[in-house]
């Protein structure tokens, strides 16, 4: 009878793990070309979820003339920004620039696998 408890147990333990644990199935490719002569930093914002890459206190760095792939692991379905600034100038940016304060009309992309098209940040 013990066993019979402990396997039911087992059983609704995984069960509500595999429901509560985010699912991440795919992957998504940005590729970013600097075209401006000073560097730029980057960040991806989820419009989903609170995530963001690469980190909340770390950026992508490209330098001047620099063209880069960002690859990030997220959910089927789920809405990445990408936010880029001048390296210490957070006022002139693209994207929904830094911290996700802006709206954007073409800076956003769907996770379904696949990498975008080249995105050239142009002064």
Same mark, same amino acid.
Request: with cysteine.
């Given at each position: 009878?013990?066993?019979?408890? !402990? ?17 991440? !199935? ?5 590729? #970013?070309? /600097? ?12 419009? /989903?979820? +609170? ?11 490209? +330098? ?5 792939? #960002?690859?990030? !692991? ?13 390296? %210490? ?9 830094? %911290? ?24």
């Amino acid at each position: 009878m013990a066993v019979l408890l !402990a396997r039911r147990g087992a059983a609704a333990l995984l069960a509500l793990v595999a429901l509560s644990a985010p699912v991440l !199935a795919e992957e998504l490719t940005f590729v #970013m070309n /600097n075209q401006h002569p000073k560097p730029v930093e980057v960040q991806l914002y989820s419009q /989903n979820r +609170e995530s963001l890459w690469p980190g909340p206190s770390d950026v992508f760095l490209l +330098e001047d003339g620099e063209t880069r792939t #960002m690859t990030l !692991a997220c959910e089927t379905g789920e809405t990445i920004c990408y936010g880029a600034w001048l390296q %210490g100038d957070r006022t002139t940016f693209w994207g929904v620039g830094p %911290g996700k304060v802006r709206h954007c009309d073409n800076c956003c992309y769907v996770c379904q696998g696949g990498k975008t098209e080249e995105i050239d940040l142009v002064p």
